[in-house]
């Protein structure tokens, strides 16, 4: 299986999405679905489409999703498609962005601008 990318970076309260495409040989010929484990806590992930049918040709679309509580750093994942009794794994890096720190700016009241 081939990524787009090795790195998918997810902001907290947005999403993200990377191209998976599934490398098949040999005459394999069945349905394969995809799945992905090691998400960081507060991240979630769909596939469009969550499966191939036979002869399993074809690729994927996931999208990250995250949380506005997600907490900020970088985490290793793994995206694996399942069928014939054959698994495909890819390890990607998951970069999360935590919402941005307030800048510290100060507003003075209108009355004092004049």
Not at 68 to 80: E, I, L, Q, R
Not at 87 to 114: A, I, M, Y
């Amino acid at each position: 299986m081939a990524a787009s990318a090795s790195t998918i970076t997810v902001s907290a309260g947005s999403s993200t999405s990377l191209a998976l495409q599934v490398v098949v040989s040999d005459g394999f010929d069945a349905g394969i679905a995809f799945s992905v484990t090691g998400l960081p806590t507060g991240v979630s992930a769909t596939f469009k489409p969550a499966a191939l049918p036979a002869p399993g040709v074809g690729g994927t679309i996931l999208k990250l999703s995250a949380n506005n509580a997600v907490k900020a750093g970088t985490h290793s994942m793994t995206v694996m498609a399942v069928g014939g009794g054959v698994k495909q794994e890819v390890v990607l890096s998951v970069k999360c962005q935590g919402h941005r720190e307030s800048g510290g700016e100060r507003f003075e009241p209108v009355s004092r601008l004049k």
